[in-house]
């Protein structure tokens, strides 16, 4: 069964700096995604990022980039230049099986602080 | 583009009572729909996934339902509502492979 650990309930930095949230996973599934979504306080989830798991180079979007390390089995999102309104909880999700369901971690939620 | 809708954005219901929470995908054909739910602080579980009209999937055995009548409508259910279905309530579409799922605004349920 695949699984998705993240070990941050909580995590803060200052305004402008990066922060490394922190992802493992667990699947014997040989292709597989990895995703990262946003969750601002009004609820929504917002699709930040996703990395396949045959993809040779690490994704970035923007601001965001995931440091994919394949053996280690983890998937840690780099946020830089950290802004006021990245202030959300973040959370970690593996894509599973043939229908595309996620499974989610327990997230980390991070402040931003000026 | 596609768009996702779900509503209501909020809901109070007495325990016993029936349960209809809607989302409809726009913008595209066929998607794969899914229903969350999550707990205060917690993460997403997933509850059903449907791959097609009529064809649905559950995830965990509980006191919902879901059905989807038609491409693009993916309906959660409920004959009696328990004090257990509080949370909140999160429909998502995607194209099926390794696609990024798109949620809805979601719905909180309140269960007095």
């Known amino acids: 069964a695949q699984k998705i650990t993240q070990t941050q309930p909580g995590m803060f930095v200052q305004e402008k700096e990066a922060v490394t949230l922190d992802c493992t996973y667990d699947?014997?599934?040989?292709?597989?995604?990895l995703f990262w979504y946003k969750q601002p306080s009004s609820g929504e989830m917002i699709f930040l990022i996703y990395?396949?798991?045959?993809?040779?180079q690490n994704a970035t979007e923007g601001r965001y980039s995931l440091n994919f390390q394949k053996a280690r089995k983890s998937a840690n999102l780099v946020i830089s230049a950290s802004q006021l309104g990245d202030s959300a909880m973040y959370f970690c999700?593996?894509?599973?099986?043939?229908?595309?369901?996620?499974?989610f971690g327990a997230g980390t939620r991070l402040a931003v602080h000026p | 583009s596609q768009t996702i809708h779900q509503w209501p954005a909020t809901l109070v219901q007495p325990v016993g009572s029936p349960l209809s929470l809607e989302c409809t995908v726009e913008?595209?054909?066929?998607?794969?729909l899914y229903w969350y739910r999550q707990a205060a602080g917690r993460g997403l579980q997933l509850l059903f996934y449907s791959v097609g009209i009529g064809q649905i999937s559950s995830e965990v055995p509980q006191n919902l339902s879901a059905s989807r009548p038609q491409d693009r409508q993916f309906i959660l259910s409920s004959k009696k509502l328990l004090l257990s279905d509080s949370g909140f309530y999160l429909c998502?579409?995607?194209?099926?492979?390794?696609?990024?799922?798109?949620f809805g605004d979601g719905t909180r349920l309140s269960i007095l």
């Open positions: 699947t014997s599934d040989p292709s597989y995604g």
């Open positions: 990395q396949g798991s045959y993809d040779q």
């Open positions: 913008g595209t054909s066929n998607p794969n």
């Open positions: 998502a579409w995607t194209m099926g492979g390794h696609q990024p799922q798109h």
């Open positions: 999700a593996i894509s599973s099986g043939g229908y595309n369901k996620l499974i």
